[in-house]
């Protein structure tokens, strides 16, 4: 069997496994909800014609029907962390983690070269960590950080492709300062020689549904939950019209919010600029975040003649149907599996084990 397959069948084999009563009024629940989500999308849908009128009338979207090679970069580079977190006995968790860089010196003729910039286990103790989740997700930013800074310090002009947005975490955390000090100082360098493109699969913002209902007067984006939401549905309406080329709409001054974090990486003279595209109609929609070291607003032109080359970029490095190609490389050759961690940690408890029964019978409780 394959992957898919198998994780499949285990679905299939949990489900039949629960309790038949529980099941029932389960299943009673998921018809419900899945009525008044029939019924929210349709009231979305009769929402979405409206709205692209307008912003197609402001042109607020753009196609791009062919390649501009003279605006591609051959040299690229992915980049991507994974980690996985197994134990918690006692309070005490094992953090897998890993960081990977894909090169292509030469564009798609080049064959790729795998770097793991990364990869250790850390320990973790939940009494000086509470929060557990956001601190092995702190450190795996923080080496995919380190990656990007060690790229940038190489001097050599490419393009670097991030797996997820250029301010990751999108929120704030406790003791976050020399984090976002690191990270920004890691993208100054970079963008030296390089341009950055973030490319952010799951948007739970609402950025652009603010950005169209007070630049364009567009009250009937409040109704969508997110900006995914909202571009999803707007992308699929224009590709009812449009079938060749990749749509994107304009960029919107992420740097121009005064919260936080994103008020911490203009301090830190790093300005982040986004917009959604789509390469074609099976491809996902995606936010692309571009950072700069000088406020938008101050260089306009520079900032559109930058978005056309990434637009050209993403266009040359994404097959249909797929992520940009360094992205989805990054991602699969970083990915720690849950498995994985699992089996390590049965060999962490393994090696621990003396030839004292007492500790024997401890190691076999840990599990």
Same mark, same amino acid.
């Given at each position: ?10 679905? %299939? ?17 998921? !018809? ?5 989500? !029939? %019924? ?20 607020? &979207? ?35 983690? +890993? ?10 003729? +080049? ?15 939940? !009494?000086?960590?509470? +929060? ?12 995919? +950080? ?58 739970? =913002? ?32 224009? %590709? !009812? ?27 830190? =003279? ?5 917009? &959604?595209?789509? %390469? =074609? ?76 029964? &007492? =500790? ?8």
């Amino acid at each position: 069997m394959k992957y898919e397959e198998l994780k499949e069948l285990l679905k %299939r084999i949990e489900f039949n496994k629960t309790e038949p009563e529980i099941l029932a009024k389960l299943v009673e629940s998921a !018809q419900i909800k899945g009525e008044k989500a !029939q %019924r929210e999308l349709r009231n979305l849908r009769g929402l979405t014609g409206k709205i692209v009128d307008v912003l197609w009338s402001k042109d607020f &979207f753009f196609i791009n029907n062919k390649i501009n090679e003279t605006e591609v970069e051959k040299y690229a580079v992915g980049i991507d962390g994974s980690f996985q977190l197994v134990g918690g006995i006692g309070g005490k968790w094992y953090l897998f983690l +890993s960081v990977t860089r894909i090169l292509f010196k030469n564009g798609l003729e +080049s064959e790729p070269e795998v770097e793991v910039f990364w990869a250790d286990i850390d320990e973790i103790d939940e !009494q000086d960590t509470p +929060s557990i989740r956001l601190a092995a997700e702190e450190k795996m930013l923080t080496a995919e +950080s380190k990656a990007i800074l060690n790229w940038g310090s190489k001097d050599i002009k490419s393009v670097v492709f991030i797996d997820g947005p250029i301010i990751d975490p999108p929120f704030s955390f406790r003791n976050d300062e020399d984090y976002i000090n690191y990270r920004c100082e890691a993208f100054r360098v970079c963008l030296k020689n390089s341009i950055v493109i973030g490319c952010v699969k799951r948007v739970r =913002d609402r950025f652009f549904v603010n950005h169209i209902i007070n630049k364009f007067n567009v009250k009937e984006a409040e109704c969508f939950p997110t900006d995914q939401h909202l571009m999803l549905l707007l992308f699929t309406k224009l %590709r !009812q019209n449009i079938s060749l080329g990749s749509l994107y709409t304009n960029w919107i001054d992420l740097s121009e919010l005064n919260t936080k974090p994103y008020k911490e990486y203009k301090e830190n =003279d790093v300005y982040v600029v986004s917009f &959604f595209y789509e %390469r =074609d109609i099976r491809s996902k929609v995606l936010r692309i975040d571009v950072p700069f070291t000088f406020p938008p607003s101050e260089n306009v032109d520079l900032v559109n003649s930058t978005i056309s080359k990434v637009i050209n970029i993403l266009d040359y490095w994404t097959y249909p149907g797929q992520d940009p190609l360094p992205v989805l490389l990054a991602h699969e050759k970083c990915n720690i599996r849950k498995g994985a961690a699992e089996v390590l940690y049965e060999e962490i408890l393994t090696k621990s084990r003396s030839v004292d029964p &007492f =500790d024997q019978l401890v190691a076999s409780r840990m599990r």
